[in-house]
């Protein structure tokens, strides 16, 4: 007797996810593109302040060699009531690290859906898509969507401002001593 | 009935909204569902409550009673799916309506220029007039998005 040759099934395609909070809401993010998690107490010396106008939700960079690390509040980002973040997501091949309340769990998704074309405003830049997990829809963060090209250039100006009296100092202050 | 008043017919779904009925054509309605859980979460478009899930789709729930009443309705049981178009592609938007919806025949008389840009047409039923409406003017979309930030660019540009 010949048994039936068993179906060939393709494997499901996954994307492991981190799940986090800000101000209470869950999101999404690709572990992927998460670099480090840091404890927000941890950047308390390390953390410079920084004030760019108009640009509210970014108010401390953090140095790394010549690399500048812009943290953005989450919750400000997303218009949520302001919370004071507990943990930092270092978000990969981006100049962003992400203020956020805490992490959920980590876990996997199998689809992403588009945004649905209705959403026409800046959440189009702030999420990749849709997922849903558990009974539940969840939006995926786009991890370059926390700081537009403009935004950047803005911080870069703040930082430059910030930089400039310690270089510009004729009395060199610093290295009379 | 003559063969050329019979042509003229078309379906249309009436939906209530708080004590007012308006229309849509049958061809862009999917199919009317018991309310379910709304998940929410940022965004910046101004009418998305936030989406449904409807056999395994992701769909965005649009309140539409604030542009058509004038006020915000609260109780809103049921959602009407409607196809919405975007140029070739098409995708489901719920529209939260009062009552359940009726399915009839009915002529519609085109809008004309000095009508809502939502209004697609009239008809007259049961001794009413009731709005036609057209769901690609009357839900965002990115096209609606581009016309506000014209707008809003043109003050700036003029000063």
């Not at chain 2, 009062?98 to 000095?114: K, R």
Request: glycine share 6%; proline share 5%; charged share 25%.
């Amino acid at each position: 007797m010949r048994l039936a040759a068993p179906a060939k099934t393709t494997p499901v395609k996954t994307e492991q996810i981190v799940l986090f909070r800000v101000s209470g809401q869950l999101f999404a993010i690709s572990s992927a593109s998460v670099q480090e998690v840091r404890s927000a107490d941890s950047l308390s010396g390390a953390a410079t302040e920084i004030s760019a106008p108009g640009l509210r939700k970014v108010r401390h960079v953090l140095r790394r060699g010549d690399r500048s690390l812009f943290i953005v509040n989450g919750a400000m980002h997303f218009g949520l009531h302001a919370a004071e973040g507990a943990q930092l997501f270092v978000l990969r091949k981006t100049r962003t690290a992400l203020l956020i309340d805490g992490i959920e769990k980590m876990t996997s998704m199998s689809r992403l859906q588009a945004l649905p074309l209705s959403f026409c405003h800046e959440e189009r830049q702030w999420y990749r898509g849709l997922t849903a997990l558990d009974h539940t829809v969840l939006p995926v963060v786009h991890p370059e969507g926390f700081l537009s090209l403009e935004e950047l250039a803005l911080l870069d100006a703040a930082l430059l401002q910030m930089d400039k009296p310690a270089s510009e100092d004729p009395e060199g202050t610093g290295c009379a001593q | 009935m003559t063969v050329s008043t019979e042509l003229e017919l078309q379906s249309f779904v009436l939906l209530r909204l708080g004590e007012r009925r308006f229309a849509i054509s049958a061809k862009e309605i999917a199919e009317l569902v018991a309310p379910s859980r709304v998940f929410r979460f940022p965004h910046r478009t101004p009418k998305l409550e936030g989406v449904i899930l409807r056999r395994g789709r992701i769909v965005p729930v649009c309140d539409v009673s604030e542009m058509l009443l004038g006020k915000r309705m609260t109780s809103l049981r049921f959602y009407l799916i409607v196809v919405r178009n975007y140029g070739a592609h098409k995708e489901w938007v719920a529209i939260p309506v009062t009552g359940e919806c009726e399915l009839i025949n009915a002529e519609m008389t085109a809008a004309v220029e000095s009508d809502a840009p939502h209004v697609a047409g009239w008809l007259s039923h049961d001794g009413d007039v009731i709005e036609v409406l057209n769901i690609d003017t009357l839900t965002p979309g990115p096209e609606r998005a581009l016309a506000e930030a014209a707008g809003r660019q043109r003050p700036e540009a003029q000063s």
